[in-house]
C-alpha cells in the first residue's frame, strides 16, 4: 500500500504542506506542495551518465500548466494545452535561476525537474511553490545539491511588509518581491515595484529572508527522513601540467588582448591567441585541457585586476557608467521610436498605439484575463557578431522582455485616462552587456516620444560583483558581458527619480548576504539618477501630442442597461456601426464604449449614432433617418439603428399625398419628428410637423409646392394637391 508522509507549517498565516511517497514513486525525487488550495506535483530525474561533448550543467526545469487546476477549458480548436504560455516560461525561469548555482560546477548527469500545477486556488501564487516544490525534490533525490532554499512573496501594503500576499492583494500593494535564500545568503531576487524607495525594498528583501528560514528548516526534516543517498559529486579541476605550458605565452599577450576598450578587437586578440595556444600544445594536451586552462587565467586576470587594482578592462572606475547616446523620433511612420545607446549596448525601442480590442488575452491560471500593455524583446545573432537560427523567442528574450515589462508598467497612465492598448518592441541592435536595462531606458524614451502621457522616465542598470577567497568584494555599476561572464553576480535594477520599479539578482555563488544588496541598491540609484539626466537631455517629458498616425480614442458612457441596443442581436448593430463609421469600438459592462478612429469626423459619426441607440426617445425630438419600409398606409423610418417609427401617410407632407411611393421611397433619406409613443412603445413620426417648422423659419412659401430647402427628398416635382384635405383620404387608408 502507497503511504503519503507529510510535513507541515504555518506560513504567513496559512500551511505549507509538504508530501512525499504517494504520487510518482518512480522518480528520483517527487513531492507535492500545497499552501492554501494551490498544489504542484514536483518531479526530479537525473540520466545515469553524464552527457559527452557540454561545458555546462544540463538542467532543464519544465512549469506544466494544466488550466483544470483552476476551473478552465483551454481555448483554441483542440482545446488541449500546447506550448507554454509566458507565465509559465517566467516560472520555468524563477525555478531555474536560484538552483543552478547549487550543483557542482563539473556535473554533467542531465537533471529534469518538472512541476505539474494541479491545483491553483487564483490567491496563491504557484510559482513560489514550484521553487519550494523543487528544491525538496532535490534534497531527496540522489543528486547532488547545496540546498534546500526556499522562496516567498513579499508585500509592502500601507506600511508594513506583508508575507505572501494573495493574487488581490498584490494590486495595492507598492511592493512586489520574491527572495530566494538559503540558510546563509540570498540566492535570487526578483521584483516589481511602484516607485519604492530603497530602504523600503532592503527591509523587504531582509523580511523575506528571515521569512524562508522556517520552510528550509521543514525541508530539512523531509531530507532526513526521506533523502536518498547522494551520488558522489565530480571535482572540477584545471590540468596543472597545461597550466603551466600556456603560462609563457598568455603572459605576454593576454593582458594586451583584455586591455581592449573595442569588444571586437578584444574578441579577435583573444581568439587568435586561443588558436596560437592550440597550434603549439595540440599534441600534448587535449583541447578541453587548453580551454579550461586559458578560461582559468583569463578569470584570474579580470578577477585579480579588480580586486586588487580595482581595475577594469575598458579603464574605467567601479562606479562609471559607459559613454550613452540617446535619440527619438527616428522612424518616421512608427507612432513612436528611440535609440539607447550605453557603450557598445544598443537598443531600438518602438510604441504602437491600439485599440482596447488588441488587448492580449491571458489563457492562464492567474486571475488576469487579458492585458493592455505588452513589450516583446528581440534578441538577433547579428547583435553579438555571430550566426544562428532565427526563430520564436525562447526563455531569455521572454524573460527580458517581461522584466523591462515590469519596469516601465508603474508610469503608464491608467486605462481610464488612457484607453489605449500599448506595445512596446525593443530590438537589440548590439549587445555588450545588459541589453534589457537598455531596453528599459529605450522604452521610455519611445514612450515619451508617442506622446503617451507617463508619469516619469525610468532607466536601468546592471550592478556585478567579484569576491576574492579573503573575503574582500567589489561591486560595480554597468557591468560588461565578459565582465557579467566572469564575475559571481548579476543584479539588474530599474527605476524612476523616486524609486524602485523593477528588479532581477542572479548569482552564480551559493548566495550573497545581506550587507552586499545593501551596498549595491545606493550604487545603483547613482548610476540610474545619471542615465536618467542624459535620457532628459534628450526629451524630458512627454509630447503634448498623439502622433498624427496613432489612432484617437474617445470615450462615452451609457447606461449599462442599454448595451444591448448598441450590440444588436448577435452583433449585428455594432457590427453595423463599425462597418459604416470606419471606427473600432469597445464596450465595456459598466457601460463605457471606447471608440478608436483615424480621424475626428468618423469618431463624431459613430458616437452621434450610439448616443441616439442609448438616449431614449422623446416627443419632440427631431431625427434623420432611412425610410426601411413602405406600407400602404405609410411609412417606416429608421430613426436609429434598430429603432423604427412610423410616419403615416398623412404626415407625409403639409399637402395631402395619394400615394406613399409619391414621397418617399425605401432607402430615401427623410427628417421627421416624435410626435407620438404609445403604451407599446411604438413610435410615431411626422415629416409634416419638420416642414410646418421649415415654414415658419422661411417666412413664406410659394403655392407651387414645398421648397427646395426643405430638409427631405422628393421623388419627384409634382404640385401639392388638396392642400389641407386631411379629412377626404380615401379608403384603405388605415387609421391616422
Known sequence: MVTSNSFESEVGGRKLTIDTGKLAGQAGGAVTARYGDSVVLVTVCTSQEPREGVDFLPLTIDYEERLYAAGKIPGGFIRREGRPSQDATLASRLTDRPLRPLFPKAWRNDIQVIITVLSADQ????????????????????????????????????????????????????????????????????????????DIVLKGIEFGHQANQPIIQLQEQLQQAHGKP???????EVNPEALAAITPITDEKLARALGQTEKSQREEEMSQLKKELLEKLAEKFPEADINAALDAKIRAEIRGNLLEKHKRIDGRGLTDVRPISCEVGLLPRTHGSALFSRGQTQVLAITTLGPAAKEQPLDGLGIEEKKRFIHHYNFPPFSSGETKRVGSPGRREIGHGALAERAIEPILPKAEDFPYTIRLVSEVLSSSGSTSMASVCASSLSLMDAGIPTTAAVAGIAMGLVTGDDGKHVVLTDIQGIEDNYGDMDFKIAGTDKGITA?????????????????????????R????????????????????YAPRMYKVTIDPSKIGAVIGTGGKTIRAIIEQTKTTIDVDNDGTVIIGAVNEESAKKAIAIIESLTKEIEVGTVYTGKV??????????????????????????????????????????VTVKVIGIDDMGRVNLSRRAVLDNSDQAAGDRTQEGPSKDYPFKRSDSRPPQNKGNYHN?????GPR
Open 123 to 198: 490567491e496563491n501564487d504557484p510559482d513560489i511553490l514550484a521553487v519550494i516544490g523543487a528544491s525538496a525534490a532535490l534534497s531527496i533525490s540522489p543528486v547532488p545539491f547545496a540546498g534546500p532554499v526556499s522562496a516567498v512573496h513579499v508585500g509592502y501594503i500601507n506600511g508594513e511588509m506583508v508575507l505572501n500576499p494573495t493574487m488581490a492583494q498584490l494590486k495595492d500593494s507598492q511592493l512586489d518581491l520574491i527572495v530566494v535564500s538559503t540558510k546563509e545568503a540570498i540566492v535570487m531576487i526578483e521584483s516589481g515595484a511602484n516607485e519604492a524607495p530603497e
Open 230 to 236: 547522494k551520488v558522489e559529486a565530480p571535482v572540477s
Open 503 to 527: 528588479m532581477q539578482m542572479d548569482t552564480k555563488l551559493k548566495g550573497v548576504s545581506l550587507e552586499v544588496v545593501a551596498e549595491t541598491l545606493p550604487q545603483a540609484r547613482q548610476a
Open 529 to 548: 539618477l545619471f542615465i536618467l539626466e542624459k535620457m532628459q537631455q534628450t526629451i524630458s517629458t512627454s509630447r503634448p501630442e498623439l502622433s498624427k
Open 628 to 669: 426601411s419600409r413602405i406600407l400602404n398606409f405609410g411609412a417606416m423610418v429608421e430613426i436609429a439603428p434598430g429603432k423604427d417609427g412610423l410616419v403615416h401617410i398623412s404626415e407625409l407632407a403639409d399637402y395631402r399625398v395619394a400615394r406613399v411611393e409619391d414621397e418617399v421611397n425605401i432607402g430615401d433619406e
Open 729 to 733: 383620404r380615401g379608403p384603405n387608408r
